[in-house]
């Protein structure tokens, strides 16, 4: 099963690396981390170098399609080798995913045009601009088109998506191994649990995610 995860610069790393870790230990799995150029690409500030291991022209067809968000999603969104990628891979693949802003590349893409689809919360109102309907839910199946929320919930889709493919045997093993058992120290993992102040705060200091200015 050829699994190809897009790479380019300014991703958030989580998006692509917490699907890769559920995915990688499916059955039959190939991984193949994908980008305009082979070589480093910078995750978030800059800070963190991730490889892409196969240009574009390499990879024409793939089984599923990964496609993180991050900062570097505004810029991802323009790119027309970025976009033409993802439409020619579409035509091939089992299963076509995103995670947090991910979503928002396949959208300018065209791929989730009339289908619903999750984002980053801070992102979930530009999915109708792309004629996605954006539905708050932290993993959301439409047909072949699988979008996760914000970040960490990349592990909850591949999760879900390894149940679709491999069976919930397979699923939970992988959980198991990756003893995946979220106790997080706080409840204030999305907006209608967060303090109302904190999501205010969020919301005014979001423009450069939203935006990349």
């Known amino acids: 099963m050829r699994i190809a995860i897009l790479l380019y610069d300014r991703l958030t790393a989580l998006d692509a690396v917490g699907p890769y870790e559920v995915l990688r230990n499916a059955p039959d799995a190939e991984i193949l981390f994908v980008g305009k150029e082979k070589g480093e690409v910078r995750a978030g500030a800059g800070t963190l170098g991730l490889m892409v291991d196969r240009t574009f022209d390499e990879v024409p067809s793939a089984d599923i399609l990964v496609v993180p968000g991050g900062a570097g999603q505004v810029d991802a969104m323009k790119d027309e080798e970025i976009l033409s990628w993802l439409r020619k891979i579409d035509k091939t693949t089992t299963w076509t995913t995103s995670v947090c802003t991910g979503s928002l590349i396949l959208a300018a893409a065209g791929l989730l045009d009339g289908r619903k689809a999750t984002s980053h919360w801070l992102a979930l109102d530009q999915l109708p601009a792309f004629g996605a309907e954006p539905t708050d839910r932290r993993v959301v199946f439409d047909d072949k088109y699988v979008t996760a929320g914000g970040v960490s919930a990349g592990i909850d889709m591949a999760l879900a998506l390894t149940d679709k493919f491999a069976g ?46």
């Open 168 to 213: 919930d045997v397979a699923a939970q093993a992988i959980q198991l191994g990756l003893e995946y058992d979220p106790q997080p120290p706080y409840d204030a993992g999305t907006p209608t649990k967060a303090p109302a102040q904190l999501v205010s705060m969020m919301r005014e200091n979001s423009k450069y995610f939203l935006t990349g200015t």
